[in-house]
């Protein structure tokens, strides 16, 4: 999970749940009171297989249940606070594209519009005048990755720099004073692509005149009152409740350390990746986009279609349990793991995040997601 790159579970998921999606869909489960043993169970064993902490949220029908399980920090005491803070990575995605397709449905903004049309000059001998906005959001546009050489594993070289969007722009189509090639012309592929939404982010500030932190604001954490949820800028703390995160350090005598990332400056993630959230916010989140409280039917309606069958809606994962689709988002940042998937009615939800830094604790969490989304 390694090398994740802001979206480390979300990249597992998918290809765990390939193996699922050639059956035929069974109808959605009968929401039920949630099984607490059961998801208490699951959720222990992200820990017993590396994470330090874990915390989740699950919501199937009006029944919620809310767990944690190990601890806090690696060598205290304190358990893992069940409405603790983490920081979301890549979950930042399908906020920054509820926005952009906010501004669709406005009429400010076309999913037909090229990069060109919005940021003249920032990615012209990469097809900048081919990149629509629909393929920025699927992960269709073929830009390189800026992070390329930024980080190590998750954690970034420098971990107080503050980056802006231009400059992260510039690692991706620059290598010296050469441009780098496209991937892919833009529209014929998909890869998965922090810069997509780098772009995005800068998009959103020339539309609106506000930069994307601010629209992400107004339009969303404070309408929802979503009080643990904050797109933290350079501000490098994590404050309120909540558990540490850990990255693996190699010393120069060739041991692995831990090292606690808690504090680290993630402008180097941005609109693709910077978002600190709750388990309880991020399901209410996702509970009104579903439910048509944050878009109009026809811009929800392409954000949860994947017409490529690539895994990819609009700023959304889609996948296929054997109860039915779910949609979401996956996210990896220095020491924490998140994601948070969800039924199409919304229905059925869970969130879970978790602290590891030596064992990959991914299939344990993805377990109990089956579990919270599939109740017998």
């Keep these: 999970m390694r090398g994740s790159r802001f979206g480390a579970p979300a990249l597992l998921m998918a290809s765990v749940l390939v193996a699922t999606a050639g059956s035929a869909v069974a109808a959605p489960a009968r929401a039920a009171t949630p099984d607490t043993a059961a998801l208490q169970a699951a959720l222990d064993r992200v820990t017993a297989t590396g994470a330090v902490g874990a915390v989740a949220e699950v919501r199937q029908g009006g029944a919620v249940w809310r767990g944690s399980s190990g601890k806090s920090r690696l060598d205290g005491r304190q358990p893992?606070?069940?409405?603790?803070?983490?920081?979301a990575g890549s979950i930042t995605k399908t906020f920054t594209a509820t926005v952009v397709l906010q501004l669709v449905g406005e009429g400010r903004l076309r999913l037909s519009d090229t990069a060109e049309r919005w940021l003249p000059g920032l990615v012209p001998a990469l097809g900048g005048d081919r990149i629509t906005v629909r393929e920025l959001l699927q992960h269709?546009?073929?830009?390189?990755?800026?992070?390329?050489?930024?980080?190590?594993?998750?954690?970034?070289?420098?971990?107080?720099?503050?980056?802006t969007p231009a400059e992260l722009i510039r690692r991706a189509v620059k290598d010296g004073d050469r441009d780098r090639p496209l991937l892919f012309p833009p529209g014929t592929d998909h890869h998965y692509s922090n810069t997509d939404y780098i772009v995005l982010g800068m998009i959103i500030e020339r539309v609106t005149g506000r930069s994307y932190r601010t629209e992400i604001d107004r339009r969303i954490i404070r309408p929802l009152g979503l009080r643990d949820t904050r797109m933290?800028?350079?501000?490098?703390?994590?404050?309120?409740?909540?558990?540490?995160?850990?990255?693996?350090?190699?010393?120069?005598?060739?041991?692995?350390?831990?090292?606690?990332?808690?504090?680290?400056?993630?402008?180097?993630?941005?609109?693709?990746?910077?978002i600190i959230s709750s388990t309880a916010d991020l399901d209410h989140f996702f509970r009104t986009l579903l439910t048509g409280g944050l878009l109009r039917p026809a811009e929800l309606h392409e954000m949860t279609t994947d017409p490529s069958g690539a895994g990819w809606g609009l700023g959304l994962e889609t996948a296929v349990l054997p109860c039915g689709t779910i949609v979401g988002h996956g996210g990896g940042t220095p020491g924490y793991r998140t994601i948070s998937f969800h039924s199409l009615d919304a229905t059925r939800q869970v969130t879970v995040d978790w602290t590891d830094w030596?064992?990959?604790?991914?299939?344990?969490?993805?377990?109990l997601m089956t579990t919270a989304l599939c109740p017998s």
């Design 80 to 87: 893992a606070p069940v409405d603790g803070r983490f920081r």
């Design 140 to 163: 269709a546009s073929g830009l390189p990755e800026y992070t390329d050489g930024l980080l190590d594993g998750d954690a970034p070289r420098d971990r107080f720099r503050a980056w």
């Design 232 to 274: 933290p800028g350079s501000f490098p703390f994590l404050t309120g409740p909540h558990s540490h995160g850990y990255e693996p350090v190699a010393r120069a005598d060739g041991t692995v350390v831990p090292v606690d990332y808690t504090t680290v400056d993630m402008t180097v993630a941005g609109a693709a990746g910077e």
């Design 358 to 367: 030596g064992a990959d604790a991914g299939p344990a969490a993805l377990s």
